[in-house]
């Protein structure tokens, strides 16, 4: 069983950042992915269980940044020129294998969430 703790959302306004950490108790193929209210869960972005590659959903990519701190087992999602839409749940989430997925019913694990809420 693996355990995910997720921390640093937080109120911002438009055009602002935040950094989203995830402290896990393993390492492997980690992402984060966002839910709003009344939508489904989407994919946000991913990184391989060493860190090397990383993947991101195309409204998202240049704004945000994937990285991992493995010496430290922690994820960490920076999110830069926020917009409204980006208002969300924020989950990190682990997957048991180290293969891309974008797909949120190939992870494993996650975390309870973070709320992220950006004001126009």
């Known amino acids: 069983q693996m355990q995910l703790v997720e921390s640093g959302g937080g109120l911002v306004q438009a055009g602002g950042s935040l950094s989203l950490s995830c402290a896990a108790s393993g390492r492997t193929f980690m992402g984060w992915f966002r839910q709003a209210p009344g939508k489904e869960r989407e994919f946000v972005a991913a990184?391989?269980?060493?860190?090397?590659?990383?993947y991101y959903a195309d409204s998202v990519k240049g704004r945000f940044t994937i990285s991992r701190d493995n010496a430290k087992n922690t994820v960490y999602l920076r999110v830069s020129s926020l917009k409204p839409e980006d208002t969300a749940v924020y989950y990190c989430a682990a997957r048991t294998t180290n293969y891309y997925s974008d797909n949120h019913g190939d992870y494993d694990y996650w975390g309870q969430g973070t709320q992220v809420t950006v004001s126009s």
């Open positions: 990184i391989s269980r060493a860190g090397i590659i990383t």
